[in-house]
C-alpha cells in the first residue's frame, strides 16, 4: 500500500494544484464576465453566451498545466559574467520544485500528503459519479428520440425549407413524442428534432414555425458541440459555486440567443414570440448535451421574455459585444512576459552562453528549502542545469531541532540523518559519487550566514502572503453578502415569473369570456399589476444593495494588486540572493573538502 502512496504521489500533487489553480484563475474570469454583463446591460445575447462559454472553457484551460506562451516585451537584464551563469541554474531548479525541501520534516510532509491524497481521491469519486449519470441520462434521451414517430410531411416540409434558409447542410429529421414536454435538438452527428406531440400541435402554423426555427438554429450555431465544455467543466468544478453560475447562465444566454435569431431570421415580432415561450411554459426534463426550447424555471422563462425586449438593433452595440468577447479570449490564453533577447545581433555569443549554461563548469549549491517561499518564481527555462554526476550537489544542513534546510529527496534525508548523533548541527552533501559530512562550528555558522538573506526575503514573502490572505477572507465575505442578494433577486424573480403566468392566463379567460365577466377580470388584472410593481420595487432596493458591495470589493482588489507587485519585486529579489549564495555555497563546500573540515563517508 506504501508503495502504491508513493507511487501516486507526484500525480495527486499535480492534480490538487492544478484544481486550485484553475479554481481561482477561473473563478476571476467568471467574476469579469459577470461584470461585463452587469455593466453592459444591453448586451447582444449571443455574445453574452460566447463570454458564459469562455468562462468554462477558462476553467478548463487553467486546469489542463498548459505551459504560458511567452510574449517577449520585457526589457532584458542587465549582462552577467558567464561564469555566475552556472550558479543560477541548479537554484532555479531547486525553487522551481515545491515540496522537496518538506521531506525532512517527515510527519508535517505525511499529513499533508495524506490531506491532498484523500481530497483527490474523493474528488475523483464524485466526478465518475456525475460523468455516469450524466451518460446514463444522455442515454435515456437518446431512446426517447428512437421510440418517437416520423412527424406529418407537413412538418417536414417546413424543416426542410428553414434548413434551406438557415444554409444548414443538411435537414435533420423531425419526429413526434408524447414523452417530451418541449422542442429539442440532439445528437451532433446525426441530429433529430423532436416535437411533443400535444403542445405542438396545440400550436398555430405560424408557432410551429417559430419552434422549429429555433431548434435549427441551435445546429446552425454548432450548440450541441460547444455544449461539451460547459458540461464538463460543470463536472470537474461539481464543488465551485461559480462554475455552475457560468454553465447556467451559458444555457441561459444560449436559449436567448436563438430566441434573437429567430426573431431576425423570420422577422417576427417579439411579443408573438413571447407568446408562444409562454404556451409552451417550462420543461423538467434534463437536456445536458441537448437543447431545449423551453427553460427548466419560470425566473429563466422570464428572464427570457425581458431579454426580447432587449435585442440590440444597433451596430454599436453589437460591435462593444464582440468587443468584449475578443478581450475574453485573449484573456483565457495563457500567456506570460518575458524579457527581450539581450543581443539579437550576436548569435554565436547567445550560443556560447547557451552552452555555459547547459554544462556549468563548477558544482553549485541549490537554495535551501525552509525558506522556498509559494511565491517565488522559477528561472527561465534557457539554463537549465546539465545532468553530469560530477556537477550534481545535494545536501541536508540540520540546524536544530524544527529547523533543516536541503535540496534532495527524502533518501537522501534519511541518509544525513544516520550520521547525526542526537541534536547536533551538521552538514551531510554529495558531490556526484562522493558523500561528506561537516561538523566544524565554524564551517555550519557560515552556511548558516550564507543562507540568512534568503530567510529574510522569505520572511518578508510570508508577510505579505499572510496579508493577501486576510484580503481573500473580506472578499470571500463580501462574496457571500453577494451569493445572498442573488438568491433573493432570483426568489423575486420566481414570483414575477409566476405573477406573469397568471398575467397571461387572465388576458386568455378575458377574450374568452362575455362582458359581464370583465369586471372581475379586470379587477385581478389591476391586483396582479400592483403586486408586480411592488415586486419591482424590491427588486431595485436589492439592486442597489448589489452595487453597494461593488466599491468596497473594487478597493481590495486594489490593495491586493499592489501587495501582488510587493511580492513580484521579493521573487526577483529572491532570485538574486539564491544565485549569490549557490555561488558561496558552491566555493565554501569546496574549501571545506580541502581544509579537511568535509569528511567523506561511505
Same mark, same amino acid.
Given at each position: 500500500?506504501?508503495?502504491?502512496?508513493?507511487?501516486?504521489?507526484?500525480?495527486?500533487?499535480?492534480?490538487?494544484?492544478?484544481?486550485?489553480?484553475?479554481?481561482?484563475?477561473?473563478?476571476?474570469?467568471?467574476?469579469?464576465?459577470?461584470?461585463?454583463?452587469?455593466? %453592459?446591460?444591453?448586451?447582444?445575447?449571443?455574445?453574452?453566451?460566447?463570454?458564459?462559454? &469562455?468562462?468554462?472553457?477558462?476553467?478548463?484551460?487553467?486546469?489542463?498545466?498548459?505551459?504560458?506562451?511567452?510574449?517577449?516585451?520585457?526589457?532584458?537584464?542587465?549582462?552577467?559574467?558567464?561564469?555566475?551563469?552556472?550558479?543560477?541554474?541548479?537554484?532555479?531548479?531547486?525553487?522551481?520544485?515545491?515540496?522537496?525541501?518538506?521531506?525532512?520534516?517527515?510527519?508535517?510532509?505525511?499529513?499533508?500528503?495524506?490531506?491532498?491524497?484523500?481530497?483527490?481521491?474523493?474528488?475523483?469519486? %464524485?466526478?465518475?459519479?456525475?460523468?455516469?449519470?450524466?451518460?446514463?441520462?444522455?442515454?435515456?434521451?437518446?431512446?426517447?428520440?428512437?421510440?418517437?414517430?416520423?412527424?406529418?410531411?407537413?412538418?417536414? @416540409?417546413?424543416?426542410?425549407?428553414?434548413?434551406?434558409?438557415?444554409?444548414?447542410?443538411?435537414?435533420?429529421?423531425?419526429?413526434?413524442?408524447?414523452?417530451?414536454?418541449?422542442?429539442?435538438? &440532439?445528437?451532433?452527428?446525426?441530429?433529430?428534432?423532436?416535437?411533443?406531440?400535444?403542445?405542438?400541435?396545440?400550436?398555430?402554423?405560424?408557432?410551429?414555425?417559430?419552434?422549429?426555427? $429555433?431548434?435549427? &438554429?441551435?445546429?446552425?450555431? @454548432?450548440?450541441?458541440?460547444?455544449?461539451?465544455?460547459?458540461?464538463?467543466?460543470?463536472?470537474?468544478?461539481?464543488? $465551485?459555486?461559480?462554475? $455552475?453560475?457560468?454553465?447556467?447562465?451559458?444555457?441561459?444566454?444560449?436559449?436567448?440567443?436563438?430566441?434573437?435569431?429567430?426573431?431576425?431570421?423570420?422577422?417576427?415580432?417579439?411579443?408573438?414570440?413571447?407568446?408562444?415561450? %409562454?404556451?409552451?411554459?417550462?420543461?423538467?426534463?434534463?437536456? $445536458?448535451?441537448?437543447?431545449?426550447?423551453?427553460?427548466?424555471?419560470?425566473?429563466?422563462?422570464?428572464?427570457?421574455?425581458?431579454?426580447?425586449?432587449?435585442?440590440?438593433?444597433?451596430?454599436?452595440?453589437?460591435?462593444?459585444?464582440?468587443?468584449?468577447?475578443?478581450?475574453?479570449?485573449?484573456?483565457?490564453?495563457?500567456?506570460?512576459?518575458?524579457?527581450?533577447?539581450?543581443?539579437?545581433?550576436?548569435?554565436? !555569443?547567445?550560443?556560447?552562453?547557451?552552452?555555459?549554461?547547459?554544462?556549468?563548469?563548477?558544482?553549485?549549491?541549490?537554495?535551501?528549502?525552509?525558506?522556498?517561499?509559494?511565491?517565488?518564481?522559477?528561472?527561465?527555462?534557457?539554463?537549465?542545469?546539465?545532468?553530469?554526476?560530477?556537477?550534481?550537489?545535494?545536501?541536508?544542513?540540520?540546524?536544530?531541532?524544527?529547523?533543516?534546510?536541503?535540496?534532495?529527496?527524502?533518501?537522501?534525508?534519511?541518509?544525513?540523518?544516520?550520521?547525526?548523533?542526537?541534536?547536533?548541527?551538521?552538514?551531510?552533501?554529495?558531490?556526484?559519487?562522493?558523500?561528506?559530512?561537516?561538523?566544524?562550528?565554524?564551517?555550519?555558522?557560515?552556511?548558516?550566514?550564507?543562507?540568512?538573506?534568503?530567510?529574510?526575503?522569505?520572511?518578508?514573502?510570508?508577510?505579505?502572503?499572510?496579508?493577501?490572505?486576510? %484580503?481573500?477572507?473580506?472578499?470571500?465575505?463580501?462574496?457571500?453578502?453577494?451569493?445572498?442578494?442573488?438568491?433573493?433577486?432570483?426568489?423575486?424573480?420566481?414570483?414575477?415569473?409566476?405573477?406573469?403566468?397568471?398575467?397571461?392566463?387572465?388576458?386568455?379567460?378575458?377574450?374568452?369570456?362575455?362582458?359581464?365577466?370583465?369586471?372581475?377580470?379586470?379587477?385581478?388584472?389591476?391586483?396582479?399589476?400592483?403586486? #408586480? !410593481?411592488?415586486?419591482?420595487?424590491?427588486?431595485?432596493?436589492?439592486?442597489?444593495?448589489?452595487?453597494?458591495?461593488?466599491?468596497?470589493?473594487?478597493?481590495?482588489?486594489?490593495?491586493?494588486?499592489? &501587495?501582488?507587485?510587493? #511580492?513580484?519585486?521579493?521573487?526577483?529579489?529572491? !532570485?538574486?540572493?539564491?544565485?549569490?549564495?549557490?555561488?558561496?555555497?558552491?566555493?565554501?563546500?569546496?574549501?571545506?573538502?580541502?581544509?579537511?573540515?568535509?569528511?567523506?563517508?561511505?
Amino acid at each position: 500500500m506504501a508503495n502504491v502512496v508513493e507511487l501516486l504521489g507526484p500525480l495527486t500533487s499535480t492534480a490538487f494544484d492544478s484544481l486550485v489553480r484553475a479554481s481561482v484563475q477561473g473563478g476571476i474570469f467568471i467574476l469579469f464576465v459577470w461584470a461585463a454583463c452587469r455593466l %453592459i446591460p444591453r448586451l447582444p445575447a449571443s455574445a453574452r453566451c460566447t463570454l458564459w462559454w &469562455l468562462a468554462s472553457l477558462k476553467l478548463a484551460v487553467a486546469f489542463l498545466c498548459v505551459d504560458p506562451l511567452p510574449i517577449p516585451v520585457l526589457d532584458p537584464p542587465p549582462p552577467a559574467p558567464v561564469e555566475s551563469v552556472s550558479a543560477v541554474p541548479q537554484s532555479a531548479r531547486i525553487s522551481s520544485t515545491p515540496g522537496v525541501a518538506e521531506n525532512a520534516t517527515g510527519p508535517t510532509h505525511s499529513a499533508a500528503f495524506s490531506w491532498r491524497f484523500v481530497a483527490v481521491g474523493a474528488w475523483m469519486a %464524485i466526478l465518475t459519479l456525475l460523468l455516469a449519470t450524466l451518460v446514463n441520462r444522455m442515454r435515456k434521451i437518446n431512446r426517447i428520440a428512437g421510440r418517437a414517430i416520423e412527424a406529418p410531411a407537413e412538418i417536414q @416540409r417546413v424543416a426542410a425549407r428553414l434548413s434551406q434558409s438557415l444554409e444548414l447542410p443538411k435537414t435533420p429529421e423531425a419526429r413526434i413524442s408524447e414523452e417530451v414536454d418541449t422542442p429539442l435538438v &440532439l445528437g451532433p452527428r446525426r441530429p433529430v428534432v423532436v416535437l411533443p406531440a400535444t403542445r405542438f400541435a396545440a400550436l398555430s402554423p405560424e408557432e410551429q414555425r417559430m419552434a422549429l426555427c $429555433h431548434e435549427l &438554429l441551435h445546429l446552425q450555431r @454548432r450548440d450541441l458541440w460547444l455544449a461539451w465544455i460547459p458540461a464538463l467543466a460543470e463536472r470537474l468544478f461539481f464543488f $465551485h459555486p461559480l462554475a $455552475h453560475l457560468a454553465v447556467r447562465e451559458y444555457q441561459l444566454t444560449r436559449e436567448a440567443a436563438c430566441d434573437a435569431a429567430v426573431i431576425r431570421a423570420l422577422d417576427a415580432r417579439p411579443g408573438e414570440y413571447g407568446r408562444l415561450l %409562454i404556451t409552451l411554459g417550462i420543461s423538467r426534463l434534463p437536456m $445536458h448535451l441537448a437543447a431545449a426550447g423551453s427553460p427548466s424555471s419560470y425566473s429563466k422563462l422570464k428572464r427570457r421574455i425581458t431579454m426580447l425586449r432587449d435585442i440590440p438593433n444597433t451596430r454599436r452595440l453589437r460591435t462593444a459585444g464582440w468587443a468584449a468577447v475578443l478581450v475574453a479570449a485573449f484573456a483565457i490564453t495563457p500567456l506570460t512576459f518575458v524579457a527581450r533577447s539581450q543581443d539579437r545581433e550576436k548569435p554565436a !555569443q547567445a550560443a556560447l552562453s547557451t552552452r555555459a549554461a547547459r554544462n556549468p563548469s563548477s558544482p553549485v549549491a541549490a537554495r535551501p528549502g525552509v525558506v522556498a517561499p509559494a511565491a517565488a518564481q522559477p528561472a527561465a527555462p534557457s539554463v537549465q542545469p546539465g545532468k553530469g554526476k560530477e556537477t550534481d550537489l545535494n545536501y541536508v544542513l540540520f540546524l536544530d531541532e524544527q529547523r533543516t534546510m536541503m535540496s534532495g529527496s527524502s533518501a537522501d534525508s534519511s541518509r544525513a540523518a544516520s550520521f547525526r548523533k542526537g541534536k547536533e548541527q551538521l552538514l551531510w552533501f554529495r558531490r556526484g559519487e562522493r558523500e561528506y559530512i561537516v561538523r566544524d562550528p565554524a564551517v555550519l555558522r557560515e552556511v548558516a550566514e550564507i543562507y540568512r538573506p534568503l530567510q529574510e526575503v522569505g520572511g518578508d514573502q510570508a508577510k505579505i502572503g499572510s496579508k493577501q490572505a486576510k %484580503i481573500g477572507g473580506q472578499q470571500a465575505e463580501i462574496g457571500k453578502q453577494q451569493a445572498a442578494v442573488g438568491r433573493k433577486q432570483a426568489e423575486i424573480g420566481a414570483r414575477q415569473a409566476q405573477i406573469g403566468s397568471r398575467q397571461a392566463a387572465s388576458a386568455a379567460r378575458r377574450a374568452g369570456r362575455e362582458r359581464v365577466d370583465n369586471d372581475e377580470l379586470v379587477r385581478e388584472r389591476g391586483e396582479l399589476e400592483l403586486e #408586480m !410593481q411592488q415586486l419591482g420595487r424590491e427588486m431595485d432596493e436589492l439592486s442597489d444593495q448589489m452595487e453597494a458591495f461593488n466599491k468596497p470589493m473594487g478597493e481590495l482588489s486594489k490593495e491586493m494588486n499592489s &501587495l501582488s507587485e510587493e #511580492m513580484n519585486v521579493l521573487s526577483r529579489k529572491m !532570485q538574486e540572493v539564491s544565485a549569490k549564495a549557490a555561488a558561496e555555497m558552491s566555493g565554501l563546500l569546496g574549501r571545506a573538502i580541502s581544509s579537511g573540515a568535509g569528511t567523506e563517508v561511505k
